[in-house]
């Protein structure tokens, strides 16, 4: 399965992008993955040209591409003025609106104050359920005092495991789906064939050209005649 973390941290190192990587191992230790990393801020001029132009630059392409084709999302924010940062969200807005549906999701915040944590409520969790994801239910956020102190480390273990969990189970899902949708269409074919062979069918035995004549109706009408 694979993995896209979408980090909007800016300085380089940066406590999101430390985040994001904690969250990512997390899931990898419950659930196998295969994890890619999308720096929004290596994309922030390609971002601008997309709202402007209409069109992504490649490396935008790429990364929207991988967050569409994701079977699940970890996706963390630093806290800009009580919510999530422009970059962070510019990112989301030029992607399809459709890309994230049903696709498990899960969020994640850093911030210089524990007052800001519930920005995971009431801008995180509103944002990605109109974009029709599926949020875990357990959000993590790290305030500066957070880094080193105790309960971070369990925050984000319960949450990647909720990740790996739903990704398992969204996994299993799509696979029944694939499953059921080829059976249907084996179903199919043998409707045809059936379909086909039909009209040669008298008394359940197929007829071949050679044992089987078509007698016109006013021949049948003539024989019946005294």
């Known amino acids: 399965m694979k993995l896209v973390v979408v980090s909007a941290g800016l300085s380089v190192p940066s406590s999101t992008r430390l985040l994001a990587d904690r969250l990512a191992a997390a899931t990898d230790r419950h659930t196998p993955v295969d994890v890619q990393i999308v720096e929004l801020r290596d ?6 040209h997309n709202f402007t ?3 992504p630059g490649r490396a935008l392409s790429a990364a ?4 569409a084709g994701a079977d699940g999302l970890i996706v963390v924010t630093p806290v800009f003025s009580a919510s999530y940062s422009g970059l962070f969200k510019s990112f ?5 609106q459709d890309a994230l549906t049903g696709k498990p999701v899960l969020i994640a915040a850093t911030g210089g104050s524990a007052r800001h944590s519930l920005v995971l409520e009431h801008a995180l969790r509103p944002l990605f359920a109109y974009l029709r994801a599926v949020v875990v239910p357990t959000a993590v956020y790290a305030a500066s005092e957070d880094w080193g102190a105790e ?3 369990e925050r984000i273990d319960r949450a990647a495991g909720e990740l790996g969990r739903l990704m398992e189970g969204m996994g299993s899902v799509r696979r ?6 080829t059976r249907d ?15 040669r069918l008298i008394d359940g035995v197929v007829n071949s050209a050679d044992r089987f004549t078509v007698v016109p ?9 005294p």
């Open 176 to 181: 029944a789906s694939a499953a059921e949708a």
């Open 53 to 55: 132009s209409g069109f």
């Open 185 to 199: 269409a084996s179903a199919a074919v043998d409707t045809d064939t059936a379909a086909a062979i039909a009209p």
């Open 92 to 96: 989301f807005d030029v992607l399809d």
């Open 151 to 153: 309960g971070l480390a």
């Open 64 to 67: 929207l591409e991988a967050v």
């Open 217 to 225: 109706f006013e021949q049948q009408l003539a024989a019946l005649r």
């Open 43 to 48: 994309l922030a001029v390609e971002i601008a």
